[in-house]
C-alpha cells in the first residue's frame, strides 16, 4: 500500500517541521548572569554576555519570600564572528518590591551581587 502523493508531502512537511523545532531547540541555551542593579524597587537589570545575532531575553522569574530567582536564556545564531561576546542589559519587573530578597541566577543556582560601577562594565586601560 503506498502513500499519495498529497498524503508524502503532508508527511515530509511535518518530519521538516519536527526537525526545525528541535534545531531550534537544541541552540536555544541558558545563560549565566553576571551581576544586577536595582532600578527601582520593583525592576532590576540583569545583566549577561551574549553573541551577535542571538535572542536573549528573560524566560523565568520565581519570587519567594525571600528570593527573587531570574533565568536567561539566548537563542544561538551560528553565525561566522558569533563567538564574540557582546554585554547585554535585560530589565526584570517584580509582582513585589525586591526588599531584603537575595538575587539568584537560574542556571547556576548562586547569589548574584549588584552590579560594579560603572555599567557597562569598561573594557581596556
Known sequence: MSISKPRRRWVVLAVL???VIASIRALDRTMPIENYRVVDQ????VETVTG????TRVTGVTETP????????SLQAPLPGSA???WLELTVKLSEPLGNRSVVDGRSGRG??????PW?????P
Do not use: D
Open 84 to 86: 564574540v561576546g557582546l
Open 66 to 73: 525571600s528570593s527573587v530567582t531570574i533565568t536567561v536564556s
Open 42 to 45: 520593583q525592576t532590576l537589570a
Open 120 to 124: 557597562p562594565p569598561m573594557l581596556g
Open 52 to 55: 551577535p545575532g542571538s535572542w
Open 17 to 19: 517541521v519536527v526537525i
Open 112 to 117: 548574584l551581587g549588584l552590579t560594579p560601577s
